[in-house]
């Protein structure tokens, strides 16, 4: 079974700055992807930033240059520095982490209880 627990969650004035942590634990042999997913209300769960094994990135185009997603393979964290916050950056933030139980054993795809973020104006 894969855990994955996210903090850092709150609530801060537009253009403050964030930072939110995720840990993943279990039984893990390896970790594919990580990212964070965040939904705002009446709206669906999107895409807000992700990172492979080997360190490669990807953001909404919403978020570029103000978010910044890193991770340590060894600890199993992954991280999101939210910069220049906006309203519209308020939505509950999950985190998500895909990968394998064994070298050739099933595959996981695992998601947090997520975190609040709320950005006021």
């Known amino acids: 079974q894969v855990q994955v627990v996210e903090s850092g969650g709150g609530l801060v004035q537009a253009g403050g700055s964030l930072r939110l942590s995720c840990a993943v634990s279990g039984i893990i042999y390896s970790i594919y992807g990580m990212g964070w997913y965040r939904q705002a209300p009446g709206k669906q769960r999107e895409l807000v930033a992700s990172v492979t094994s080997g360190g490669s990135t990807n953001y909404a185009d919403s978020v570029k240059d103000r978010f910044t997603i890193s991770r340590d393979n060894v600890l199993n964290t992954v991280n999101l520095q939210m910069n220049s916050l906006k309203p519209e950056d308020t939505a509950v933030y999950y985190c998500?982490?895909?990968?394998?139980?064994?070298?050739?054993?099933?595959?996981?795809?695992?998601w947090g209880q997520g975190t609040q973020v709320t950005v006021s104006s």
């Open positions: 998500n982490a895909q990968g394998r139980i064994a070298p050739a054993g099933s595959q996981y795809d695992s």
